[in-house]
């Protein structure tokens, strides 16, 4: 789900000094500013004071760390954090041991694993400037160089699948034409012919999930939209595909899948049933579905089976807070695991040679960290603690879940940061959006926008629309298609909401979000001019028919699922009357707008004929593009400009009396 909304802040000088300590006289023309980088454009942006960096560096050096994978054979992992400007590669000896770095590049690497049997390398993926085009490599970790095994260019490579055997690996591609999803094999060791395309497929929601126990099967999903998907099994003699689960029956989703029952079964989750994705039991012969497990309400969001065939761990979302559960398939006792803190939990893998679940736990007051699970006694370890970059963890807000009624009577909820008490009178209020639109807002850690809340007396809503997972099917198909305005009408009613509070002011709003958040922000901008003070739209989409023209044709099906079909003529009619590029004369109250030069998902052009429209108005709009980043910023220089912008545009249109 795409989109890390840790953005906004932002203005001028007498007044952030003022609340900050650093009052004194108004900053001199003779005032050192940040230079943007090269690979920053900056339009309509004022001059950033180097004070002003320095006064907001304890909110730009929190880190985070997120597990890779594990030594086949010994109790280590690999990891991946960031020292420098970007995420790489490191290597832990030991929980809490020092984070040894094995990569140095230029850009972010987003995954990496060991070879299986003797961990002799490292494969990873790199993408460049954020095109998401993610190439694979091999790392030789003793003498420190890789050499890329995938073909590059503007082709999208999947994560590497082990076979059973551990010789091999299958893998997803779009080498092919760009749009369709292949599947690959490839033996990184082998010197000729190193790989070949077992599978063409048509669609870009292609996925492999399992190797069968004997190696002669591939178990391997199509997704057709966040409701929708189907498993197939594929014969890797006979290169032939056939469904397990009905194409006929009524659309279900499916997450995960893996064999069991020595390959005579599947398992995975399912909504099929009902609202929520549960655990389920498929028969491989018949497709016949049964659930396993205690009911839980919410969704099955992760599981992962040990190599022991009957230990299966699971995570379920239950009002956006994450519950890890294990579940032994031989006897059917199920426990869920305490002693974690509470948040949002990344699954990662078992151990090979031990009952050992490794995690990577997000919390209100702790960046992203990695943990692990003892399935035979619960014992949880920490192996990270990332740095806070000087802030003190219990100075930091707990959300508070709230919850409003939109127009049609529908339930909405999300959650509240409020600032300390020490702020008297009513607080002015960010908004922030989340992106999918098949996400969710939740209560995790908010690196930079604490200063908001810290420093400036500034409250922030997540909320949840109608369109966001972790309510049931029927909420998240509520947004779709002719349906699309509902979504931007619940905005309106926590506006409302925001009025009825004693402590909020509805005077002082800004309304923000990234990607599909950035449309709503856009489209919030147009449709509630009057009721908010500005607006940040990061990386989003303008007018559904040029997204779907120009957005990267791997995808491009997909989000006709969600959004319509822009060759429909009724649907295309629609998404001009909708859009916000063509409701641009009614954005008065100032606008940022930031983009990345090489985003594949929101191309940049959504965001050039927004700025050029939302100027001929002659109201404040602000201008940022980096030519080195796709969908947000992921380098830390540009982040930090992006950080530092933010401010400055908080404080000269928010902040104001």
């Known amino acids: 789900m795409g989109f890390n909304q840790r953005f906004l802040i932002g203005w001028w000088l007498g007044g952030l000094l003022a609340m900050t300590g650093l009052a004194g006289d108004a900053w001199s023309q003779e005032e050192e500013m940040v230079a943007p980088g090269e690979q920053l454009v900056v339009e309509g942006i004022p001059a950033i004071p180097k004070r002003l960096k320095e006064q907001l560096r304890p909110y730009t050096e929190s880190r985070a760390a997120a597990f890779f994978a594990w030594h086949p054979v010994q109790r280590q992992m690999l990891i991946g954090t960031r020292f420098g400007q970007t995420t790489q590669i490191h290597h832990l000896a030991m929980p809490m041991g020092a984070r040894t770095q094995w990569t140095f590049f230029d850009e972010p690497v987003s995954g990496a694993q060991y070879e299986p049997k003797e961990a002799d390398f490292v494969l990873f993926s790199r993408d460049i400037g954020g095109n998401e085009f993610a190439q694979l490599f091999r790392l030789d970790p003793k003498k420190g160089t890789s050499r890329m095994l995938s073909p590059g260019g503007r082709t999208q490579i999947g994560q590497p699948l082990w076979n059973r055997a551990k010789n091999q690996f299958v893998y997803t591609s779009t080498e092919r034409n760009g749009a369709d999803r292949d599947f690959w094999w490839m033996d990184p060791r082998a010197e000729n012919e190193p790989k070949r395309m077992l599978l063409a497929n048509e669609g870009g929601g292609w996925g492999i999930l399992d190797w069968s126990p004997d190696d002669a099967k591939l178990l391997v999903v199509e997704r057709k939209s966040i409701n929708q998907s189907q498993l197939y099994e594929v014969d890797l003699a006979t290169a032939q595909r056939r469904p397990l689960t009905d194409p006929n029956a009524p659309p279900a989703a499916y997450l995960g899948g893996q064999y069991i029952e020595g390959g005579s079964q599947i398992i995975c989750a399912s909504d099929r049933r009902g609202e929520f994705l549960e655990l389920v039991k498929i028969d491989v012969d018949t497709g016949k579905e049964m659930p396993i497990g205690e009911a839980t309400h919410g969704d099955v969001e992760a599981l992962t089976l040990h190599e022991d065939g009957k230990t299966l761990a699971f995570v379920v979302n239950q009002d956006g807070i994450s519950r890890l559960y294990v579940h032994d398939l031989t006897t059917g006792q199920e426990r869920s695991i305490d002693g974690l803190p509470q948040g949002v939990i990344s699954l990662g893998d078992w151990h090979r040679q031990m009952p050992e679940l490794a995690l990577t736990i997000n919390s209100a007051r702790s960046p992203s960290d990695v943990y692990s699970v003892d399935a035979s006694n619960g014992r949880v370890t920490r192996w990270t603690e990332s740095e806070l970059g000087g802030i003190s963890a219990q100075s930091l807000t707990e959300p508070e879940l ?160 969600e959004y319509g079909d822009e060759r429909d003529p009724e649907m295309a009619k629609f998404f001009d009357q909708m859009a916000p590029l063509n409701r641009a004369s009614q954005i008065t109250k100032p606008l940022f707008i930031v983009q990345g030069g090489n985003d594949p998902r929101v191309p940049l052009s959504e965001a050039e004929q927004m700025v050029a429209k939302v100027r001929a108005n002659g109201g404040p709009i602000w201008y940022l593009m980096a030519k080195d980043e796709g969908h947000g910023f992921k380098k830390k220089a540009n982040a930090d400009y992006q950080f530092y912008a933010t401010v400055l545009f908080i404080e000269q249109y928010l902040l104001a009396p």
């Open 402 to 561: 709230v919850r409003w009624e939109g127009h049609d009577g529908v339930d909405l909820t999300g959650f509240l940061y409020r600032p300390p008490a020490s702020f008297e009178g009513k607080r002015p209020v960010i908004i922030s959006i989340h992106g999918g639109p098949e996400g969710q807002s939740r209560p995790i850690f908010q690196a930079r926008n604490n200063f908001y809340l810290n420093e400036l007396g500034v409250a922030i809503v997540y909320p949840n629309v109608r369109g966001s997972v972790g309510y049931g099917k029927t909420f998240t198909q509520l947004d779709n298609g002719l349906k699309r305005l509902d979504s931007v009408r619940d905005i309106g009613a926590l506006l409302d909401w925001v009025a009825r509070q004693p402590d909020l002011d509805a005077n002082r709003i800004m309304v923000t979000g990234g990607s599909y958040g950035g449309y709503m922000t856009l489209a919030t901008a147009t449709q509630y001019n009057d009721r908010i003070r500005c607006a940040l739209d990061v990386v989003g989409i303008s007018h559904f028919g040029t997204f779907l023209k120009n957005t990267e044709s791997y995808r491009r099906d997909l989000r006709r699922v």
